[in-house]
Structures are given as structure tokens and as C-alpha cells.
T-cell receptor, first 115, second 116 residues
Framework: DPKIIQKPKYLVAVTGSEKILICEQY?????MYWYRQSAKKPLEFMFS???????DNQTASSRFQPQSSKKNHLDLQITALKPDDSATYFC??????????????FGSGTRLTVL | AQKVTQTQTSISVMEKTTVTMDCVYE???????LFWYKQTASGEIVFLIR??????ENATVGHYSLNFQKPKSSIGLIITATQIEDSAVYFC?????????????FGDGTVLTVKP
């Protein structure tokens, strides 16, 4: 059974709309992350959270807003969608944010297409 | 700034042979962690193996092993007795220890094709 669940698997949106990507992890991890993979770039770090606190944000746009309602949830809200936002968005988690055991484990991704 | 480079875009090997994938990295940090991940055709990203910079011994997990050459800033992935199901994209990644970020920096990936 998958331990990091991302919903939906595929998402099609129109330019200017808003979408929320869901991520839940059942590994008992304390840190969660969002990464993006587009056709033009390698896997790209977006956000990191530890105990529901934002630790790092490396997205250039405020249109991307992570939301953590529970320790094992980290959703990603994207507003005013643009065609360039088309990518696969991966959620990941690790046992702790800092320390020696920070291997990241990834969910299966949400493929977003913006028309 | 940290950077990870995989120069091999694609590799094709025959089943049951050994393959080595190259990766070089750049970092100003004295401590760092290096990882290899595999992305399958379905898009799933799977953790394979890691090397901590302070460890001299090369990591080994199953039929994956690493060739860590710290003076050359190089971390090669070796897969022995390759199988058809090893066909995938392999990513090298690095995380710096002393910077206050959870960021993993990935290389562009190497496509491995294992032929019967």
C-alpha cells in the first residue's frame, strides 16, 4: 500500500483557475516537502515543512501556497494557474527535517495540465 | 551554490551485466548527503541508496553500490546483474547539512535501458 498518497493523480485546469493538490503521508514522518518536475527542468524543490511549520520556500511566486491542517497532511494550493505551471507535483516526506535520517520518500505525483 | 551534474543522458546495457552511472556535485559545505533515486515508467520515484560525506566506506544495498570519490566530488552508482525491470531514469541528488534548508538538489537524470 502506498504510504504517501497524492490526489488526484491527474488534473486538468484552465488558465486563471485555482486548484488544490492533496498529500497525506502514513509513514509517521515529521517533515514534508513539495517538489515539481516539468519537461524542461529536473526535479525542483518548492517547500519544506517540519511539524507543520514552513521551513523553506524556494518558489518565486506567491500563487503557490502550501497548507498543513495536520502533521501528516501538506496540500498545495495554486491560484491564477498558467500554462507554465503544467508539471508533475511530487509530495515527499522524511522522518525529521534535520539530523542524520533525512532520506526523502516520494509520493506518486499529481500531473497538472493547464490549458 | 550546490549543483549536481549527470553527464550521461542515456545508457543501454544487456541484461545481467554491470552498469555504472556517473554523477559529480558541487558544494561549499563540508558535510553533505548524496542520494540516488530511480523513477519508473509509471512516474514513481523510489529511493535506492545514500552516502554520507563523512563515511569513507562505499554504501551498498542489494545490487546497488556506490563509488564515492570525495576528492573528485564524484558519486557513481553501480548496478550489478542488471534486470529488465532496472530500466528507468536514475537521479543523483545532494543535500547539504549545514545550510538551513530541507532542499534536495537533483541532477537531470540518466535513462537506463536494460535489454534482454
Amino acid at each position: 500500500d502506498p504510504k504517501i498518497i497524492q490526489k488526484p493523480k491527474y488534473l486538468v485546469a484552465v488558465t486563471g483557475s485555482e486548484k488544490i493538490l492533496i498529500c497525506e503521508q502514513y509513514l509517521g514522518h515529521n517533515a514534508m516537502y513539495w517538489y515539481r518536475q516539468s519537461a524542461k527542468k529536473p526535479l525542483e524543490f518548492m517547500f519544506s515543512y517540519s511539524y507543520q511549520k514552513l521551513m523553506d520556500n524556494q518558489t518565486a511566486s506567491s500563487r503557490f501556497q502550501p497548507q498543513s491542517s495536520k502533521k501528516n497532511h501538506l496540500d498545495l494550493q495554486i491560484t491564477a494557474l498558467k500554462p507554465d505551471d503544467s508539471a508533475t507535483y511530487f509530495c515527499a516526506s522524511s522522518q525529521d527535517y534535520w539530523g542524520v535520517a533525512e532520506t526523502l520518500y516520494f509520493g506518486s505525483g499529481t500531473r497538472l495540465t493547464v490549458l | 551554490a550546490q549543483k549536481v551534474t549527470q553527464t550521461q543522458t542515456s545508457i543501454s546495457v544487456m541484461e545481467k551485466t554491470t552498469v555504472t552511472m556517473d554523477c559529480v556535485y558541487e558544494t561549499q559545505d563540508s558535510s553533505y548527503f548524496l542520494f540516488w533515486y530511480k523513477q519508473t515508467a509509471s512516474g514513481e520515484i523510489v529511493f535506492l541508496i545514500r552516502q554520507d560525506s563523512y563515511k569513507k566506506e562505499n554504501a551498498t544495498v542489494g545490487h546497488y553500490s556506490l563509488n564515492f570519490q570525495k576528492p573528485k566530488s564524484s558519486i557513481g552508482l553501480i548496478i550489478t546483474a542488471t534486470q529488465i525491470e532496472d530500466s528507468a531514469v536514475y537521479f543523483c541528488a545532494m543535500r547539504e547539512y549545514n545550510t538551513n534548508t530541507g532542499k534536495l538538489t537533483f541532477g537531470d537524470g540518466t535513462v537506463l535501458t536494460v535489454k534482454p
